[in-house]
């Protein structure tokens, strides 16, 4: 049953498969919340299981430590420390205005494609392609609909919006061919709107680059 349950974590479209610093931290977060949630079921079985046995004698408590604490107290600790860690989580998936990355790519969304323009104008649609090792903002936006940028293996999500610019950061250390989707229904084609992301050796990525639009423009 074990390894069985274990190839839901594995696949193109796993997060809990990462590829990169950024990834790893959005897993980290989700086994932080699954181990967490396990162990306060666990106390709350175990409360539950007392109070219906002879053992409930061991709950012979005021009434209000357990209103207070369990309903109260321990509720707003658990979250804080959870929203805390996630908000770090999060601001380590956007572009730090400081440290400019070493590449810049337009993402644009429209029903039901991605184009992935570069500063030296070459374009691409449903097909990014990364150089690895090195940090890429990825500057997001929409033409129509609220959509969803997502590279399960390299990154969170984060919204493409109509007139308004969001930057992701990705570095991804591993040479490899990963999926890409959007994450947010936004019609018809929904399902369909994918895209692919080829991250290549740095010493090739031009070549690769070039070839990939060469590919794309006899398409």
Same mark, same amino acid.
């Given at each position: 049953?074990?390894?069985?349950?274990?190839?839901?974590?594995?696949?193109?479209?796993?997060?809990?498969?990462?590829?990169?610093?950024?990834?790893?931290?959005?897993?980290?977060?989700?086994?932080?919340?699954? /181990?967490?949630?396990?162990?306060?079921?666990?106390?709350?079985?175990?409360?539950?299981?007392?109070?219906?046995?002879?053992?409930?004698?061991?709950?012979?408590?005021?009434?209000?430590?357990?209103?207070?604490?369990?309903?109260?107290?321990?509720?707003?600790?658990?979250?804080?420390?959870?929203?805390?860690?996630?908000?770090?989580? $999060?601001?380590?998936?956007?572009?730090?205005?400081?440290?400019?990355?070493?590449?810049?790519?337009?993402?644009?969304?429209?029903?039901?494609?991605?184009?992935?323009?570069?500063?030296?104008?070459?374009?691409?649609?449903?097909?990014?392609?990364?150089?690895? $090792?090195?940090?890429?903002?990825?500057?997001?936006?929409?033409?129509?609909?609220?959509?969803?940028?997502?590279?399960?293996?390299?990154?969170?999500?984060?919204?493409?919006?109509? $007139?308004?610019?969001?930057?992701?950061?990705?570095?991804?250390?591993?040479? $490899?061919?990963?999926?890409?989707?959007?994450?947010?229904?936004?019609?018809?084609?929904?399902?369909?709107?994918?895209?692919?992301?080829?991250?290549?050796?740095?010493?090739?990525?031009?070549? /690769?680059?070039?070839?990939?639009?060469?590919?794309?423009?006899?398409?």
């Amino acid at each position: 049953m074990l390894p069985l349950l274990g190839t839901g974590c594995d696949g193109p479209l796993s997060s809990l498969d990462p590829a990169s610093p950024q990834a790893s931290a959005v897993a980290d977060l989700w086994w932080i919340m699954l /181990v967490g949630s396990g162990l306060v079921f666990l106390l709350v079985m175990t409360l539950l299981t007392l109070a219906f046995t002879s053992a409930r004698r061991y709950l012979r408590r005021p009434h209000a430590i357990y209103i207070l604490g369990g309903g109260l107290v321990f509720p707003a600790t658990v979250l804080s420390v959870l929203l805390a860690y996630a908000l770090f989580t $999060g601001e380590r998936l956007l572009a730090d205005p400081a440290r400019p990355a070493a590449l810049r790519v337009q993402a644009m969304a429209a029903q039901w494609q991605w184009t992935f323009r570069y500063a030296s104008g070459i374009e691409m649609s449903d097909r990014l392609v990364l150089p690895a $090792g090195q940090p890429v903002d990825i500057a997001i936006s929409s033409q129509d609909v609220i959509h969803s940028f997502w590279i399960p293996r390299l990154g969170g999500k984060i919204d493409a919006l109509p $007139g308004r610019i969001h930057v992701m950061r990705i570095i991804s250390e591993q040479v $490899g061919t990963y999926a890409g989707a959007c994450a947010e229904f936004c019609g018809l084609n929904h399902a369909g709107m994918y895209f692919t992301v080829e991250v290549v050796p740095l010493a090739e990525f031009e070549t /690769v680059l070039r070839q990939a639009m060469d590919e794309t423009r006899s398409n």
